[in-house]
């Protein structure tokens, strides 16, 4: 066997051992009561402790179970006279509310969330074992010879109206700890998803009703009669629920770990692109389950090929990530309170459909890429005729119109034999003449730089590089690349530039173009403030448009306070 069920053999053993001992005890010592049901309420505990440890060994709630069983059995062992451990027997009778607070609290995942789930829990620990603590260091031993004796350090302590008010405090401290264990479990409901209020149902139920009863246990004594025996009986009972639900939480988990089975049927027939969201849904029991699927860098997807988030932080939701053979294959979104065994078996069930899935919606992102890159093509068109225009109008069109009104005014001082005028009227218009060519070269090298067609991508970077206002290190070799790869490289490091000049706050930048293979590798850095958003703008978004439309890739980096820097990577035939 393993090391978790001799764990679990050994708290039943203990059980055992422990409950019939002390059943043993008290009934040689003729204590009134229900024998049978008292076994069965306190063995029940260390069943389920022994449960929770083999399925559930980093849970807290297996060692809580077995504790309360322990603590259970601590008031039959009391039934000995003068025992040298009658002290912590006590104390430990006196747990019991804190233990059993703490269990139900802490369901199902065994832990306390909330600094006032903690502070009543302690307060559930701290009270009742206090008062004991306190009422047995006062009580008067000569009065009750069965109880245990007064340190030896602590003479002057025996007070009996004192021992009283402790254990009176003791006795109707669930009068003040029941009402904030109801404020707990009520935020506890308020904030759990739906999920969650399922799973906790059934125990909440149980701990409302046991709570009740406990807190009328201090208006029962020998004189309530069938009264108080009822309350006592309801009590037991109530508390052997509380174990047991919990087995049934384990067991229902391996009910719901059947349903694989069924999903694993219906993966058996094609499934529609976008209906296998709907099958996980039904088969972890939750509707609100989404599937997001990687599509490179830190970009997700939906089924529809639409960004999706998987890492944000929803409210009551978990991330679950499925990998298949190290990289991510998916991940689910799904209700924290499901057991996360649950979502690995059914994850890894519908692993193919999964992958097939995310192909789909791979291609359903790029399909949507595309048309929002069309778009964006045909806006920047409709923006870059509106460019050349507007720089048509307010620059070479204005030279012209006034290199025209410059002609009419010579033709004019000509025959009016205003011959020394005319000179200077004509080198006017000269000067105007060249600028509006000088205006008209940068426009068309704005648009196709002519050093590109002639010379090369090596020396149009460099004329690039040259305008930039900080130091730029060129490293571009000599070697011409098709029209389109070198005219998307060109673009590339044009506008990388720019953003470096307008940016960056840069004190150094570099450029490298380089041929790998059938690739032409194409990076931008810079040592600037780094933090740019590519999505903010249209300049990166226009990159990307022409790198795609090459088939390359496009791949930017920009931590805050490390610089920036852009790659890109083409695919690079020989130029014909």
């Given at each position: 066997?393993?090391?978790?069920r001799?764990?679990?053999?050994?708290?039943?053993?203990?059980?055992l051992?422990?409950?019939?001992?002390?059943?043993a005890v008290s009934?040689?010592?003729?204590v009134?009561?229900?024998?049978?049901?008292?076994?069965?309420?306190g063995f029940?505990?260390?069943?389920?402790?022994?449960?929770?440890?083999?399925?559930?060994?980093?849970?807290?709630?297996?060692?809580?179970?077995?504790l309360?069983?322990?603590?259970w059995?601590?008031?039959?062992?009391?039934?000995?006279?003068?025992?040298?451990?009658?002290?912590?027997?006590?104390?430990?009778?006196?747990?019991?509310?804190?233990?059993?607070?703490?269990?139900?609290?802490?369901y199902?995942?065994?832990?306390?969330?909330?600094?006032?789930?903690?502070?009543v829990?302690?307060?559930?620990?701290?009270?009742?074992?206090?008062a004991?603590?306190?009422?047995?260091?006062?009580?008067?031993?000569?009065?009750?010879?069965?109880?245990?004796?007064?340190p030896?350090?602590?003479?002057?302590?025996?007070?009996?109206?004192?021992?009283?008010?402790?254990?009176?405090?003791?006795?109707?401290?669930?009068?003040?700890?029941?009402?904030?264990?109801?404020?707990?479990?009520?935020?506890?409901?308020?904030?759990?998803?739906?999920?969650?209020?399922?799973?906790?149902?059934?125990?909440?139920?149980?701990?409302?009703?046991?709570?009740?009863?406990?807190?009328?246990?201090?208006?029962?004594?020998?004189?309530s009669g069938?009264?108080?025996?009822?309350?006592?009986?309801?009590?037991?009972?109530?508390?052997?629920?509380?174990?047991?639900?919990f087995?049934?939480?384990?067991?229902?988990?391996?009910?719901?770990?059947?349903?694989?089975?069924?999903?694993?049927?219906?993966?058996?027939?094609p499934?529609?692109?976008?209906?296998?969201?709907?099958l996980?849904?039904?088969?972890?029991?939750?509707?609100?389950?989404?599937?997001?699927?990687?599509?490179?860098?830190?970009?997700?997807?939906?089924?529809?090929?639409?960004?999706?988030?998987?890492?944000?932080?929803?409210?009551?939701?978990?991330?679950?990530?499925?990998?298949?053979?190290?990289?991510?294959?998916?991940?689910?979104?799904?209700?924290v309170?499901?057991?996360?065994?649950?979502?690995?078996?059914?994850?890894?069930?519908?692993?193919?459909?999964?992958?097939?899935?995310?192909?789909?919606?791979?291609?359903?992102?790029?399909?949507?890429?595309?048309?929002?890159?069309?778009e964006?093509?045909?806006?920047?068109?409709?923006?870059?005729?509106?460019?050349?225009?507007?720089?048509?109008?307010?620059?070479?069109?204005?030279?012209?119109?006034?290199?025209?009104?410059?002609?009419?005014?010579?033709?004019?001082?000509?025959?009016?034999g205003?011959?020394?005028?005319?000179?200077?009227?004509?080198?006017?218009?000269?000067?105007e003449?060249?600028?509006?060519?000088?205006?008209?070269?940068?426009?068309?090298r704005?648009?196709?730089?002519?050093?590109?067609?002639?010379?090369?991508?090596?020396?149009?970077?460099?004329?690039?590089?040259?305008?930039?206002?900080?130091?730029?290190?060129?490293?571009?070799?000599?070697?011409?690349?098709?029209?389109?790869?070198e005219?998307?490289a060109?673009?590339?490091?044009?506008?990388?530039?720019?953003?470096?000049?307008?940016?960056?706050?840069?004190?150094?930048?570099?450029?490298?173009?380089?041929?790998?293979?059938?690739?032409?590798?194409?990076?931008?850095?810079?040592?600037?403030?780094?933090?740019?958003?590519?999505?903010r703008?249209?300049?990166?978004?226009?990159?990307?448009?022409?790198?795609?439309?090459?088939?390359?890739?496009?791949?930017?980096?920009?931590?805050?306070?490390?610089?920036?820097?852009?790659?890109?990577?083409?695919?690079?035939?020989?130029?014909?």
């Amino acid at each position: 066997m393993t090391r978790r069920r001799w764990a679990a053999l050994g708290v039943v053993v203990l059980g055992l051992g422990w409950g019939l001992g002390g059943e043993a005890v008290s009934i040689a010592h003729h204590v009134d009561e229900n024998h049978l049901l008292d076994f069965a309420t306190g063995f029940s505990f260390f069943l389920g402790g022994a449960v929770a440890v083999d399925r559930r060994p980093g849970n807290r709630l297996g060692p809580l179970m077995v504790l309360n069983g322990v603590s259970w059995f601590c008031g039959n062992w009391m039934n000995i006279p003068n025992g040298w451990s009658l002290e912590f027997l006590h104390l430990g009778e006196a747990a019991a509310a804190g233990l059993l607070a703490h269990l139900v609290v802490a369901y199902p995942s065994g832990r306390l969330t909330t600094r006032f789930e903690r502070a009543v829990v302690l307060a559930a620990y701290v009270v009742p074992t206090g008062a004991m603590a306190l009422s047995l260091l006062t009580q008067d031993t000569s009065r009750c010879p069965a109880c245990p004796a007064v340190p030896a350090a602590l003479p002057d302590l025996p007070d009996a109206a004192l021992a009283h008010r402790f254990f009176l405090v003791y006795d109707r401290s669930a009068w003040v700890l029941v009402p904030l264990f109801f404020a707990v479990l009520w935020l506890r409901w308020h904030r759990s998803s739906p999920a969650a209020r399922r799973d906790l149902a059934p125990l909440w139920a149980v701990a409302c009703i046991l709570v009740v009863v406990f807190s009328l246990s201090p208006f029962t004594s020998s004189e309530s009669g069938g009264f108080a025996y009822l309350i006592w009986e309801l009590n037991a009972v109530l508390n052997t629920a509380v174990p047991w639900i919990f087995v049934y939480g384990l067991l229902s988990t391996r009910l719901a770990q059947s349903a694989i089975g069924g999903l694993v049927v219906d993966l058996q027939s094609p499934v529609a692109p976008g209906q296998l969201r709907a099958l996980l849904a039904r088969t972890l029991a939750d509707p609100a389950v989404q599937v997001a699927y990687p599509m490179g860098g830190d970009r997700w997807v939906d089924a529809d090929g639409r960004p999706a988030d998987p890492h944000a932080p929803y409210s009551g939701r978990r991330t679950t990530m499925v990998e298949r053979h190290g990289h991510p294959l998916a991940a689910l979104v799904h209700d924290v309170a499901l057991d996360p065994d649950l979502v690995r078996a059914t994850a890894a069930a519908a692993g193919m459909a999964l992958d097939n899935e995310r192909l789909h919606a791979e291609l359903r992102a790029q399909l949507e890429e595309v048309r929002a890159s069309r778009e964006r093509i045909v806006l920047a068109g409709d923006a870059e005729r509106r460019r050349v225009e507007r720089d048509l109008h307010d620059g070479a069109q204005q030279r012209l119109l006034a290199l025209s009104l410059a002609l009419r005014t010579a033709r004019r001082q000509l025959g009016n034999g205003e011959q020394s005028l005319v000179a200077d009227t004509l080198e006017r218009t000269g000067q105007e003449l060249a600028t509006a060519i000088d205006e008209l070269r940068e426009l068309a090298r704005g648009i196709h730089p002519t050093v590109l067609t002639d010379a090369g991508l090596g020396p149009a970077v460099a004329m690039v590089a040259g305008r930039v206002p900080v130091p730029v290190d060129v490293a571009v070799g000599d070697e011409r690349y098709p029209p389109p790869v070198e005219a998307t490289a060109y673009f590339v490091v044009s506008e990388a530039l720019a953003n470096v000049t307008k940016h960056s706050h840069a004190t150094h930048a570099g450029v490298a173009v380089a041929r790998v293979g059938d690739h032409l590798h194409v990076e931008v850095c810079d040592d600037g403030r780094g933090g740019a958003d590519p999505g903010r703008g249209s300049g990166l978004a226009g990159l990307r448009d022409r790198v795609i439309a090459v088939g390359g890739t496009l791949s930017f980096e920009s931590e805050p306070g490390a610089g920036t820097v852009v790659r890109v990577d083409l695919p690079c035939q020989d130029a014909p």
